[in-house]
């Protein structure tokens, strides 16, 4: 029985052999797409910086043109107070 204890054991080596492999191969694969998935989540999060900084810069552009419509309407009251005082 030397020969099937032989197949047996070559056998159970090439199953091992396969294993290891397909291990290596799924580990692979995985670390590959772990990869990716932070690649994407780190545009994603570059994205969402540059929206809210421009979010940011429309917010303080509008303070700015509200702040020089004040200034505006600050500017025309003292001028006609200015008038009626004269």
Not at 5 to 10: G, P, S, V
Not at 38 to 46: E, L, P, Q, R
Not at 52 to 81: F, H, I, L, M, Y
């Amino acid at each position: 029985m030397g020969i099937l204890d032989d197949a047996k054991d070559a056998m159970k080596s090439a199953g091992e052999k396969i294993s290891d492999v397909a291990g290596d191969v799924k580990d692979n694969v995985m670390g590959k797409a772990s990869d990716a998935k932070d690649a994407v989540t780190d545009k994603m999060g570059d994205a969402k910086d540059m929206a809210s900084d421009k979010v940011d810069q429309v917010k303080a552009d509008a303070n700015v043109g509200k702040a020089k419509a004040e200034q505006g309407a600050t500017e025309a009251a003292n001028q006609a107070k200015e008038q009626f005082r004269n």
